[in-house]
């Protein structure tokens, strides 16, 4: 009989033990994820990058992706080289360069968007924030021809220490009027709801372009910076890392008003949230991607929200990249090539290059992939 009791006993204790290191598999690489959250424990893999770019001369920092509009092998990667003698550099989809801008007094971020209208031709763009002259650098694509008069100076009128140098930018297009929008940040700004300006882009008459200020908003937490900011065209939404604070979301229209949707990823960062893009599906579901840059994770989240909240965004998964201390990506759904051909993650690395991997590396067996050749712009 104490025989048969010593055994129930040990059955018992056993049981407990596996249910504490069931406990345990919550932890996420040393990050403690929320009981309600989705995501589920990952391995260490380490995701490999299919191409790693040629190398750049300063200091690589942020990616955006222009699609050809016929040939989408033809599609090109631009890049910054941030330094007081920076470039921009352009990339196929081997990460060959075949073009470098330079001389920009270092470019910080840049993004691109299609069919501005100039000269009565709608005209593909990538802007880049020039950080040292406060201006915007507008180029057309894929000839990467500056159009924009040696450059737009914004931010004009502010006098707070490191106000006025450019960091963040991201580009919104209107789906119904086609509108077009430059959403900047900066090193340093104001704590009162007015960090982010934005500008509505349109031809001067000359075929440059001319850059109108229509809106001030966004919360700052004062704390470090804002760098990081990518735009949902579809959906109309504008998301933007407060680092070391979370990622804040907002409206991108600004006939929306300034009132602040959501404040997510407040939890499970080492200690930057950084560099985010978003990996969208045209009925409305997708990804957004932000850099947890100290560790060389990324941290997705659902880009429609929750069920009953589509301001709610829980973590869903967390993968590990090749890419060291990025802080800089850009993601696509769009079948590029044989080996593109459910899309294409860019991300920055501290080596002076970009790291090039397919989307199905990161979706693994747990993200959807949008079907194969549907195109979405951003």
């Not at 963040?168 to 700004?189: F, M, Q, V």
Request: aromatic fraction near 10%.
């Amino acid at each position: 009989m104490k025989n048969q009791i010593f055994i129930l006993l040990m059955i018992g204790s056993l049981a407990a033990c596996s249910k504490n290191l069931s406990n345990k598999t919550q932890e996420i690489s040393g990050t403690q994820i929320n009981k309600d959250s989705t995501a589920t424990a990952q391995d260490t893999e380490v995701l490999k990058p299919v191409y790693i770019t040629d190398t750049a001369q300063h200091d690589t920092d942020d990616p955006a992706i222009w699609i050809h509009p016929t040939d989408p092998s033809k599609s090109l990667i631009v890049g910054t080289d941030k330094d007081k003698d920076g470039a921009l550099y352009v990339y196929d989809l081997q990460g060959k360069i075949i073009k470098v801008i330079s001389g920009l007094k270092r470019p910080n971020n840049v993004d691109i968007e299609y069919g501005l209208v100039l000269n009565g031709k709608k005209t593909d763009i990538a802007v880049a924030s020039e950080r040292f002259t406060h201006k915007l650098r507008i180029f057309s694509l894929p000839d990467m021809k500056e159009i924009d008069g040696g450059g737009i100076e914004i931010f004009v009128g502010e006098t707070g220490n490191e106000f006025r140098d450019l960091m963040g930018i991201s580009l919104y297009k209107n789906p119904k009027n086609e509108k077009i929008y430059a959403i900047a940040g900066r090193k340093n700004g104001p704590t009162d709801g007015t960090y982010l300006w934005q500008y509505e882009l349109s031809d001067d008459g000359s075929g440059n372009v001319k850059a109108n200020l229509v809106r001030k908003f966004g919360k700052f937490s004062g704390k470090k910076e804002i760098e990081a900011i990518a735009i949902d065209d579809a959906l109309g939404y504008v998301y933007y890392s407060d680092e070391t604070v979370g990622i804040r979301k907002y409206y991108a229209e600004p006939e929306k008003g300034n009132e602040e949707l959501a404040l997510f990823g407040t939890e499970g960062f080492t200690r930057d949230n950084e560099g985010i893009s978003i990996y969208t599906i045209k009925d409305g579901t997708g990804y957004i991607l932000v850099s947890d840059q100290e560790v060389n994770q990324f941290h997705i989240f659902p880009r429609e929200g929750s069920k009953d909240n589509p301001h709610q965004h829980d973590l869903i998964k967390i993968i590990k990249v090749s890419a060291n201390k990025s802080d800089g990506s850009e993601v696509s759904n769009v079948a590029f090539n044989d080996t593109f051909k459910n899309g294409l993650f860019v991300a920055m690395s501290d080596n002076k290059t970009f790291h090039f991997y397919k989307w199905e590396d990161i979706a693994g067996e747990d993200l959807k992939i949008a079907p194969n050749g549907e195109k979405t712009e951003k």
